[in-house]
């Protein structure tokens, strides 16, 4: 036991959800549903709206246990539950059943602003975590310097946090989390909300953190979860599908998420948004709009898809960008309407979305897609690896070659001369 750092046994975290059933509209739907809700919910005298609780299970009957010293990462798709067990650990919230130990003083990273004092400046907020952690002033004297140092926020200490932005909230949250003594860090994937280079900083620091710490990190980058982590938990369905060498739980992890995108789009649970527009299908197509199951690079690809919204009537300001990703979930490029200078004012409440690559600059290999809408700037469908394609060798260069697989996924059109000096 001495060298255990988090012990967890049957962890359950039980939500109870609002659903509201509107009432009835005419004579005999009234009568159908005051006897539907008789007989199974009860009748409600003051609200025509009946109200529903639905039990959703976050997490069910997990239990592991994690060495000292070892980096572990946590994934799974959207809703498995990877963000409620770092809560859990974290004791931000109360499993409903089972129990978690965390041996140590720990620190965590997760939501933007958690743990954080509003009212309060940058410079309070950290004493305050210190305090929260249980050290005394003194240690907090001897951390603070490196703390603002690291989060580059010197001009804004004396400022409340409340008129921080996210990406100021993330770099003090972290460099707090970071330097402060403690022996276990748990961090969410709240990383993706700074700029690259604070970013690349904070890699570094979980690298250097791994070496005397225990650290939990989520993330959907498996080849991030390959670098810096010595182990992998991957989560399914709430429940705990497996544990072990990360080489063999990233592979599980892609296999599940081919898998996922096998159910279709409008089959997809794990999305988030208000649902004012949704994606339905898609597919691929060729140059000449003939659907494909591949694309060949330097060909003239499309990738369709096919949306509704919820009212039958137009949809004002629609953004739309398919965020591509090689098969570990590396990054490849954000393609955007918005950003592509096509500016959507207004489209019919359903249609066909159609993305237009040009001399597809990609090498073969397996990539995913990330679907992502909005409407009148709010979030109405985001869906991680909504799709699927692979590219097969094509005509790219004039010469039929292209380069080695490991040079990176992206090609560049490039002329060569050369002269005399």
Partial sequence: MANIAIK??????????NQVRRGPSNLRDHLSDSLRRALFYGISRKNPDSRIMHAVWALKDVSFEIERGSVVGIIGRNGAGKTTLLKILSRVIRPTSGSAEVYGRA???LEVGLGFHEELTGRENIYL???ILGMKKREIDRKFDEIVSFSELEDFLETPIKYYSSGMYVRLAFAIAAHLQTEILFIDEILSVGDMRFQKKCISKIEEAGRERTVLFVSHNMSLVNALCSCALLLNGGRLEAIGDKESIIKKYIENTYKLIDTGLSSRTDRTGNGAMRFVK???ENSKGQKVAAFRSGEDVSIVVEYAGALAKKLQNVSVSFVLNDFLGNIVTDLANRIAGDIWHEVPPKGIIKCRIKKLPLMPGKYTFNAFCQVNALVSDMIWSAGIF???????FTSGRLPDSGFGPVLFENEWTVEGS
Wanted: glycine share 20%.
């Fill in 8 to 17: 967890a046994e049957g962890i359950g975290k039980k939500y109870l959800i």
């Fill in 129 to 131: 975590n210190g305090a």
């Fill in 390 to 396: 692979e590219v097969e060798p094509g005509p790219f």
């Fill in 282 to 284: 898609y597919h691929l």
């Fill in 107 to 109: 620190g965590s990273l």
